[in-house]
């Protein structure tokens, strides 16, 4: 596909213009327009950090991370002083294969001392609160769609005996605020859109908050500068990044014995405070399509986010349809022509006509398309949690191979909480060995997929009132080693 013409370096409204339009087509997933809207900018030097920034984001959601990690890192040498740049280094990091744990904690490490050195203690400024409840913060609880079906238990089911909680949300409007106050009147919800990370900081130690938990970790937001101010005692990073933030203000980091397990090594630089139970607990999705099945062939699926869909994860889906001659692999999101050619670049040509590659799809769609799967693969790179806890909902199986950094062994701690080993593998091999024999044995697939929806349905995963004690103590016991220590 022929590019657009480069555009006039010395036209700034025009480059902005340009910029704009990249950004849409981005949003809008048309990436092979988006990717080539940003090489036509390529001839203004100035932008070059940028551009290659941008360039890894697109690419990366194509499912070239090789390609993204060379990208964003080239920038990263030409701008070692934007803190952007580094941050979507360490995003990017995730997709990594294969992984590299000592050089994730080394980038996360020196991002946090270059970028977000601890800059004040603004809880010791100001006057100690009489006793009550435990103040918690939860930072950025619109940052992501997903956190929507785990931000509400914390309203309806925290003991109010033992903790007051606020939601603050950075980047919703009064109206999506305004309804969140009357669904959930529970807790209080605090815009703070716009607002610069000291006068946050500022405002949370002058609301007397003992516990800030950040719920975004590298991604959009400044709330990891507002908490290097430390205008709470102790602070929290849990849920969404699932790995460590590098950063000294942050005291410890919400995991549990499966992702973070005691007798390992530890990559991060938080301490682990380990959850006895998964560290997810979601609200169930809405009511899944009922599963078809075409007797005599089997498919294997792929249904996370494209860009955690790397070479080996396809590589190996291609030695299940070697092992299984009338099975056929389905990849759900996967947008555009690059990202087509990506995925079917790992696969042996005379498998070619045995993958369906589908474009993303409305929701019900999904979920039409989904239901038609027999067995999933995990992503190898970034772990999946809430597709991982929808699929088993759903009666779908998931099958992972967890690697060593915490982001590989989410679906690892939702397999091992509901007794399911069956759908861990040791390795490579043993992945591909056990989707092999799972997909041919479909008595034995039926049965498995019976089960799962009340598995789940019977543990923390979906309940608060099984979740939130455990949750709780070891929020009390953190708070208690901090104000001791």
């Known amino acids: 596909m022929p590019l657009q013409p480069p555009i006039d370096a010395i036209d700034p409204a025009q480059i902005a213009a340009a910029l704009g339009e990249a950004e849409r087509l981005r949003a809008s997933w048309q990436l092979d327009a988006a990717e080539d809207a940003y090489r036509a900018l390529w001839s203004v030097a100035a932008l070059r950090p940028r551009l290659l920034t941008e360039l890894a984001i697109t690419l990366a959601h194509q499912g070239r991370a090789g390609e993204a990690l060379d990208a964003v890192a080239e920038a990263e040498a030409l701008a070692p002083d934007d803190a952007t740049i580094a941050q979507n280094r360490l995003i990017l990091e995730k997709l990594r294969e294969p992984e590299d744990p000592a050089l994730f904690l080394a980038l996360?490490?020196?991002?946090?001392?270059?970028?977000?050195?601890?800059?004040?203690?603004?809880?010791?400024?100001?006057?100690?609160?009489?006793?009550?409840?435990?103040?918690?913060?939860?930072?950025?609880?619109?940052?992501?769609?997903?956190?929507?079906?785990?931000?509400?238990?914390?309203?309806?089911?925290?003991?109010?005996?033992?903790?007051?909680?606020?939601?603050?949300?950075?980047?919703?409007?009064?109206?999506?605020?305004?309804?969140?106050?009357?669904?959930?009147?529970?807790?209080?919800?605090?815009?703070?859109?716009?607002?610069?990370?000291?006068?946050?900081?500022?405002?949370?130690?002058?609301?007397?908050?003992d516990i800030a938990v950040d719920l975004i970790g590298h991604g959009h937001g400044s709330v990891l500068e507002a908490l290097a101010y430390r205008p709470a005692p102790l602070q929290l990073t849990w849920l969404d990044y699932v790995a460590t933030t590098g950063c000294a203000a942050i005291d410890g980091r919400i995991c549990d014995r499966w992702t973070d397990p005691p007798e390992g090594?530890?990559?991060?630089?938080?301490?682990?405070?380990?959850?006895?139970?998964?560290?997810?607990?979601?609200?169930?999705?809405?009511?899944?399509?009922?599963?078809?099945?075409?007797?005599?062939?089997?498919?294997?699926?792929?249904?996370?986010?494209?860009?955690?869909?790397?070479?080996?994860?396809?590589?190996?889906?291609?030695?299940?349809?070697?092992?299984?001659?009338?099975?056929?692999?389905?990849?759900?999101?996967?947008?555009?022509?690059?990202?087509?050619?990506?995925a079917l670049a790992s696969m042996p040509p005379q498998l070619h006509a045995r993958v369906l590659l589908i474009d993303r799809v409305p929701e019900i769609e999904y979920h039409a398309l989904v239901a038609g799967i027999d067995v999933a693969l995990d992503p190898l790179v970034f772990s999946g949690a809430t597709t991982t806890l929808d699929c088993l909902h759903g009666g779908l199986p998931v099958l992972t191979r967890p690697g060593v950094l915490p982001h590989t062994r989410s679906s690892l701690a939702i397999l091992a909480h509901l007794g399911l080993d069956e759908l861990i593998a040791r390795d490579d091999d043993d992945l591909v060995a056990r989707a092999v024999a799972l997909l041919a044995d479909e008595p034995r697939r039926h049965a498995l997929s019976e089960s799962l929806p009340r598995r789940v349905a019977d543990s923390s995963l979906t309940d608060p009132a099984r979740f939130l004690p455990n949750f709780e103590d070891a929020l009390w016991r953190a708070f208690q080693q901090r104000s001791h220590a």
């Open 265 to 342: 090594a530890s990559w991060c630089r938080e301490q682990a405070i380990r959850l006895d139970v998964p560290q997810w607990c979601a609200l169930p999705p809405s009511r899944p399509v009922p599963r078809r099945q075409e007797r005599g062939r089997q498919v294997l699926g792929i249904v996370n986010a494209t860009n955690k869909a790397s070479p080996r994860l396809y590589a190996l889906a291609a030695r299940v349809l070697e092992a299984l001659p009338r099975a056929q692999l389905r990849v759900i999101g996967v947008a555009g022509a690059r990202a087509r050619q990506a």
């Open 108 to 209: 996360h490490n020196r991002y946090g001392d270059r970028f977000v050195p601890t800059r004040a203690e603004l809880f010791r400024q100001l006057p100690q609160r009489a006793p009550g409840p435990l103040r918690i913060a939860y930072l950025g609880v619109d940052a992501h769609t997903a956190l929507a079906r785990f931000v509400p238990m914390l309203a309806t089911h925290h003991d109010r005996s033992r903790f007051h909680a606020a939601f603050f949300y950075g980047a919703s409007d009064e109206a999506t605020i305004a309804a969140a106050r009357a669904q959930l009147p529970q807790v209080a919800h605090v815009s703070v859109r716009d607002i610069a990370p000291q006068r946050l900081a500022l405002a949370l130690a002058q609301g007397g908050v």
